[in-house]
């Protein structure tokens, strides 16, 4: 198919915060990929994740069908955009870069909730920025997603540990990603590839905004994963490098 027939692809995800590309780990990742992949898109906000297929956002949209679930999103994109920025790597790195995908997106995206939504520390920035929400029922509706969340949390089993045990599994999370990142300028390599959407995507969200906690603590005293995700960003969200260390 001729890629001008193509229809745009339509990224529907929440409205920004903080100055990185989004604020959800998974969002974040899609807007990253598509950059990564060289795909023209248009970003929708939509503070309300009900309006997608699986009442989760991000989702995509290409003349008026929509897909959601970004492993789902990639597999369609590199199937019918003819871009994979996985060709070539080897069958060691695929398993690795799977692993490090589960770990952060089966595992530390609830830690990561948890962090931006249920402790307090995360509760006093994140609410205050719901922008796109009238403001005299914010509170309600920030009421509503923090009941929302740690009632997942306490399903997935997360909420029922204690802060300093959810914390520090979060630091293990990082330890274990870390440990087989390359050295090389991107995860796996000389080039960016998948994982490297999933791994900045996350960090940005847990280092690039003002919610502390132990975790971005450990990360922001790593000096690779911090070249890393400085690196990623000025390469692919140049918009947002704060002017003051733009080069």
Request: glycine share 6%; with cysteine.
């Amino acid at each position: 198919m001729n890629a001008r027939a193509l229809p745009l692809i339509r990224l529907f995800q929440f409205p920004p915060m903080f100055g990185v590309p989004n604020v959800s780990p998974f969002c974040c990742k899609m807007e990253t990929w598509l950059r990564i992949a060289g795909l023209p898109y248009e970003v929708v906000d939509t503070p309300d994740p009900r309006k997608g297929p699986r009442k989760k956002l991000p989702f995509i949209e290409e003349g008026g069908v929509r897909i959601a679930d970004t492993s789902l999103i990639i597999a369609h994109l590199v199937r019918t955009r003819g871009v994979d920025p996985d060709a070539g790597l080897t069958d060691a790195q695929r398993a690795t870069a799977l692993l490090v995908q589960r770990t952060l997106e089966e595992h530390y995206a609830f830690v990561a909730a948890y962090t931006h939504l249920v402790r307090e520390e995360g509760q006093k920035h994140t609410y205050a920025r719901f922008n796109a929400i009238p403001r005299f029922i914010r509170p309600f509706v920030a009421n509503a997603v923090l009941k929302q969340i740690k009632a997942l949390l306490w399903q997935q089993g997360l909420l029922r540990h204690t802060d300093a045990d959810i914390l520090e599994s979060g630091v293990r999370d990082w330890e274990a990603v870390l440990a087989v990142m390359s050295d090389g300028p991107y995860f796996l390599g000389d080039r960016a590839t998948n994982i490297d959407a999933t791994v900045f995507g996350t960090l940005a969200t847990t280092v690039f905004t003002p919610i502390e906690s132990p975790i971005r603590d450990f990360l922001r005293s790593r000096p690779g994963i911090m070249a890393y995700a400085e690196r990623m960003r000025a390469q692919y969200f140049p918009e947002l490098v704060p002017k003051a260390s733009a080069t």
